[in-house]
């Protein structure tokens, strides 16, 4: 049972306009949800963070957007940037930061 | 923020074998944890390890197949034992902040099981 779920594998986007990438959770006890950008050969790397007494929590270009009532988040990144291109997952736990349940990750590419 | 060297940062071994992955981490930490990335796969948490006790492992983890060690509050190792083919994977150990609100990893180790 995939209790977090990133259902487009994979996106593209022209470099300078927004990218949207969706994740959606079945686990209603979840209660803080993180983003990470994973390049190859190296570690997820953290990007932003929302709690669930949020919908909405902005970083530079990073925007994560919270809907309870859907049991879904998305990451907004404006304007994209050829850097940006790498693997997107979101995460979930009930524990903070400690013990995250993590979607299948999004490929973002982002083109000139 | 944590930093986290994971040695090896890649393999590859014998099917049978056993392997051990450490994991340093440059400041004391009550927690670490232990995923596993299979290919095209997300990121799944096989333990936590604690100081001073026993791992505790998720649901289709079993400490024959994972022991894990936590001799102090920087460091935890990581024995995949007895490994197959299926073992192939990504292992990366993990660390929050005191504040919890972050998760820091360190670069992985690539397993490959031949």
């Known amino acids: 049972d995939q209790q977090v779920k990133q259902n487009s594998p994979s996106l593209s986007v022209q470099e300078g306009r927004i990218s949207i990438l969706n994740c959606d959770y079945t686990?209603?006890?979840?209660?803080?949800f993180l983003w990470y950008k994973k390049y190859p050969a190296e570690g997820p790397t953290f990007l932003i963070s929302?709690?669930?007494?949020?919908d909405k929590n902005e970083d530079g270009r990073f925007t994560v957007f919270l809907n309870k009532s859907a049991k879904h988040l998305s990451l907004h990144i404006v304007p994209s940037q050829p850097g940006d291109s790498a693997v997107y997952f979101c995460?979930?736990?009930?524990?903070?930061?400690?013990?995250?349940?993590f979607g299948q990750g999004t490929r973002l590419t982002i083109n000139p | 923020s944590a930093v986290i060297s994971q040695k090896p940062s890649r393999d590859i071994c014998q099917r049978g074998t056993s392997l051990t992955i450490q994991c340093q981490v440059d400041?004391?930490?009550?927690?670490m944890f232990w995923y596993r990335q299979q290919p095209g796969q997300s990121l799944t948490l096989i333990a936590t390890?604690?100081?001073?006790?026993?791992?505790?492992?998720e649901s289709g983890f079993v400490i024959d197949k994972f022991p894990i060690s936590r001799p102090n509050l920087t460091f935890s190792t990581l024995t995949v034992s007895n490994m197959s083919p299926e073992d192939s994977s990504i292992y990366l150990c993990?660390?929050?902040?005191?504040?919890?609100?972050?998760?820091?990893f360190g670069q992985g180790t690539r397993l490959t099981v031949v």
């Open positions: 993990s660390v929050a902040n005191r504040g919890n609100t972050e998760a820091f």
């Open positions: 400041s004391q930490v009550t927690m």
């Open positions: 390890a604690n100081q001073g006790s026993e791992a505790t492992y």
């Open positions: 686990n209603s006890m979840f209660d803080y």
């Open positions: 929302i709690s669930s007494i949020k």
């Open positions: 995460a979930a736990s009930n524990q903070g930061a400690q013990k995250l349940v």
